[in-house]
């Protein structure tokens, strides 16, 4: 089997996984901060900091032994717009509260019956296609223009050099604080440490991240037929997954492509599995009209921030790029934005 396969394959299966996970435990950024926020139950969000903890110290014991080069990575390029990474995040964070949850639950609501998330799904991809090839794309370039700048300290490791660390010392010192920090979070709280389930998705869902750069950066390194090293992160691949889907004949299977075609599947499956299937809909037009705005702003904001709650929450923090700082922090004020405040998105009845 040729390396471009295995990465396929590989892709297709972490997909499947993911998206049977998300469908059992609900792991969802949006759905971790509203009932954080909202509800006072802080379980999923202690969910998602462990997957983080879990995604970082994975990906960096991979990067630190050799198998991956996450410098390949678009979260490590040395150059980068810090405004453009924000304003992404803004975008992204407060259309996910509008749509009731990103690009990855949509995928995963979606395979259990729910034909809003078919509406969210569409519309992101289209936005983002737009943003990243088409009449939104010449405003991005020349955002990006104006403000990138270029720096050899775009990680944390990196920065922790300056001070006369080597590079594994900063390295691990970085991954070691961030992780301890992140898991000392989760389990401080009583009702998270009861919760097996929860615990399962974060060690899960990290360890995916890892996989994806395992596949991608290790069994995908083939000098005559290189595929680019990255992992979960579904804007731009469900872009290509819808024009995979209409110009399937133009194009190439690719990672991504097959990760978002797992997720869907492993919801469906998962959920056929469990009872859980049953179609739902729309209660108003307006409620339509919200979800497809929520969907519009993720999709152009994810492109600018190069990621979305799970491309760069989980998978571009695991490089400990100073760039996913940058977006996730525009991702978290633009959800809390949404949740609370004078911007805060009137709920909605829902079927």
Request: proline share 3%; hydrophobic share 55%; aromatic share 8%.
């Amino acid at each position: 089997m040729e390396s471009n396969q295995i990465v396929i394959l590989a892709g297709l299966v972490i997909g499947l996984v993911y998206g049977a996970v998300g469908l059992l435990s609900g792991f969802c950024l949006m759905s971790s901060m509203r009932g954080w926020l909202a509800d006072g139950d802080g379980r999923l969000v202690r969910s998602y900091a462990l997957a983080i903890a879990v995604a970082i110290a994975a990906s960096q014991f991979l990067a630190g032994n050799g198998a991956v080069d996450l410098g390949k990575s678009i979260y490590l390029q040395p150059t980068f717009s810090v405004p453009v990474l924000f304003l992404g995040g803004l975008l992204f964070g407060y259309g996910m509260v509008l749509s009731n949850g990103c690009g990855s639950r949509a995928l995963v609501l979606l395979g259990r019956g729910n034909l809003r998330s078919f509406v969210v799904v569409i519309v992101l991809a289209i936005a983002a296609q737009m943003t990243l090839k088409g009449l939104i794309a010449p405003v991005r370039i020349a955002l990006i223009q104006t403000s990138q700048t270029t720096t050899g300290l775009n990680s944390l490791p990196l920065v922790l050099t300056t001070v006369g660390l080597s590079d594994a010392v900063a390295r691990a010192l970085a991954a070691v604080v961030i992780v301890g920090v992140l898991v000392a979070f989760a389990f401080a709280h009583p009702a998270f440490r009861r919760s097996p389930g929860q615990i399962a998705a974060g060690v899960i869902v990290g360890l995916l991240v890892a996989c994806g750069w395992y596949v991608t950066g290790y069994l995908g390194a083939d000098d005559f037929n290189p595929v680019p090293v990255t992992s979960l992160t579904f804007v731009a691949p469900i872009a290509d997954a819808l024009q995979y889907a209409m110009l399937s004949t133009g194009l190439t299977l690719n990672f991504g492509i097959a990760t978002v075609a797992g997720v869907f599947a492993g919801s469906l499956v998962a959920a056929l599995a469990t009872g859980r299937f049953h179609l739902e809909g729309y209660s108003s037009p307006r409620h339509m009209l919200r979800s497809a705005g929520g969907a519009a702003l993720m999709g152009i904001g994810g492109v600018m921030a190069f990621g979305c709650s799970i491309g760069q929450g989980l998978t571009g923090m695991s490089t400990l790029a100073l760039g996913s700082l940058v977006a996730v922090a525009g991702i978290l004020l633009g959800a809390t934005a949404g949740l609370r405040g004078s911007l805060r998105v009137q709920p909605l009845a829902v079927a």
